[in-house]
C-alpha cells in the first residue's frame, strides 16, 4: 500500500494551492483519510480530515479557509487551500486508515509535501 501525495509548491498570502493524495495497492476498504501538518513549532497538527462516509473535521485554524474532499472511485483526497497566510507554511503529510483483506486496520502515511506562503 502506498499514499502519494502531490500539489505543494510556494504561494503568495492569500493564494490558493490543491494537494491530493491517491491510495494505491490491495487494499479491501478505506475508513478515513486526512491531512496533517508539521513545523518545528507544531510537530503534528489535524488540517483535515474525511469519513469514507464523506463526514469532514477541520483544524480550528484552517476552518473556512481549507476544503477535504474525496473521491472514492479513485482512492483519492483533496485538499483546497484558499486565503493562505505565512502560518500555513509546512510540510503537509497524508494519513489513510485502511483495512486490507484479513481485516485488520492500520494507518499509512504518504511523503510529504511542502507548502510553502511567502512573497
Known amino acids: 500500500v502506498q499514499l502519494q501525495a502531490s500539489g505543494g509548491g510556494l504561494v503568495q498570502p492569500g493564494g490558493s494551492l490543491r494537494l491530493s493524495c491517491a491510495v494505491s495497492?490491495?487494499?479491501?476498504?478505506?475508513?478515513?483519510m486526512g491531512w496533517y501538518r508539521h513545523t518545528p513549532e507544531t510537530p503534528h497538527e489535524l488540517v483535515a480530515s474525511?469519513?469514507?462516509?464523506?463526514?469532514?473535521n477541520y483544524g480550528d485554524s484552517v476552518k473556512g479557509r481549507f476544503t477535504i474532499s474525496g473521491d472514492n472511485t479513485k482512492n483519492t483526497i483533496y485538499l483546497q487551500m484558499n486565503s493562505l497566510k505565512s502560518e500555513d507554511t509546512a510540510v503537509y503529510y497524508c494519513?489513510?486508515?485502511?483495512?486490507?483483506?484479513?481485516?485488520?486496520?492500520?494507518?499509512?502515511w504518504g511523503q510529504g509535501t511542502l507548502v510553502t506562503v511567502s512573497s
Open positions: 495497492g490491495s487494499i479491501f476498504s478505506i475508513h478515513g
Open positions: 494519513n489513510a486508515e485502511i483495512e486490507d483483506w484479513r481485516h485488520d486496520q492500520s494507518d499509512y
Open positions: 474525511i469519513t469514507s462516509g464523506g463526514r469532514t
